[in-house]
């Protein structure tokens, strides 16, 4: 399995299975929209950085992730992007897409 080393995860806003940023920017399609199959819960999106970052980096920038929510230009870019902020992560959580990931490869 790969490492991952994670930066965090997002909290996004979703109303019945649907994405409320699509469903506000084109509402018709929502309302034709149906589920037909739900996947395993996937962190969205996900931060990861290359191995060679310094510590203290990745802590500045995880902080910076974290703490935008509280800053007026950080909480609007958030408010546009209809996310309400970050989380700090665990790698457990990308072990999902690296299974996929393995999957993919095993058919290579």
């Known amino acids: 399995m790969r490492e991952i080393r994670t930066s965090g995860s997002v909290r996004v806003k979703a109303s019945n299975g649907r994405s409320t940023r699509l469903a506000q920017t084109h509402p018709e399609l929502t309302k034709r929209t149906r589920i037909v199959s739900r996947s395993e819960w996937f962190c969205f999106p996900p931060f990861a950085s290359r191995t060679g970052l310094s510590e203290a980096s990745f802590r500045l920038i995880q902080d910076i992730l974290i703490n935008m929510k509280n800053d ?34 095993a058919r290579r």
């Open 72 to 105: 007026p230009v950080g909480a609007a870019l958030l408010k546009k992007l209809n996310i309400d902020g970050f989380t700090r992560g665990d790698a457990a959580l990308f072990d999902g897409i690296a299974d996929e990931i393995e999957i993919l490869d």
